[in-house]
């Protein structure tokens, strides 16, 4: 069975543009949450999604946002970039409510 | 504040000697823990978890321990092995409040085993 899978798997962007990233979940996964890897603030949830809609919110702007289709494929997009947003961002997949969560390879987004 | 803690940066051990992981958290809410490893470039890869119904539970030669009334997680890993030098990972969730999910990471500990 395919892991998790994110695109691009790198990315540089300049302060002020906007950027989406891709995840596609563990087949049969319905739930997807992103994460986001800093050396200052280690690894940080941004928000879950189970059948299209948020379940949960981490404590992140509203320029973060995401999205989830009815394959259970999940995009988060961040607006207006900032240079602190520069990370490695993270996806997971999981099939139960309980349960471990099966993490992507992640997208390094550097913000110039 | 940091609800999950991993107050040791890093550790190093002998091939075939016990390392021990330790973990401490704050928020009573948390119910559900799971011990992750990273390496470079790659995502967190699951190792084992832990409910508080429980206060032990073993995957081969990982075992992680939990200790409710002082709010304190541990993972020992016997025998450790030189594959085993990686970032680990404390993680916490709530079930009860629904937010099962939700991961609180600690800040992680390089483990290096030395041959």
């Known amino acids: 069975k395919a892991g998790v899978t994110q695109t691009p798997r790198y990315l540089i962007k300049t302060r002020g543009q906007q950027v989406t990233l891709s995840c596609s979940p563990i087949s049969g996964h319905r739930s997807v949450s992103w994460y986001q890897q800093t050396p200052g603030q280690g690894l940080q949830f941004l928000f879950e999604y189970f059948s299209e809609t948020q379940r949960n919110k981490g404590n992140f702007p509203g320029r973060f946002s995401g999205r989830q289709f009815s394959n259970s494929r999940s995009e988060m997009n961040v607006s207006t970039l900032e240079l602190g947003d520069s990370a490695l961002y993270l996806c997971?997949?999981?099939?139960?409510?309980?349960?471990?969560?099966?993490f992507g390879p992640g997208t390094r987004l550097t913000v110039t | 504040d940091q609800q999950v803690k991993q107050n040791s940066p890093s550790l190093s051990v002998q091939e075939g000697r016990i390392s021990i992981l330790n973990c401490d958290y704050t928020n009573s809410m948390f119910d559900y823990f799971l011990w992750y490893k990273k390496y470079p470039a790659e995502g967190p890869t699951f190792l084992i978890s832990?409910?508080?119904?429980?206060d032990k539970n073993e995957d081969g030669r990982f075992t992680v321990f939990l200790n409710k009334s002082a709010k304190h997680l541990s993972l020992h890993i016997v025998p450790s092995q030189p594959g085993d030098s990686a970032v680990y990972f404390c993680a916490a969730s709530s079930i009860s409040s629904g937010s099962a999910r939700q991961l609180t990471f600690g800040s992680g500990t390089q483990l290096t085993v030395l041959p």
């Open positions: 997971a997949s999981s099939l139960a409510e309980v349960g471990e969560q099966y």
């Open positions: 832990i409910s508080s119904i429980k």
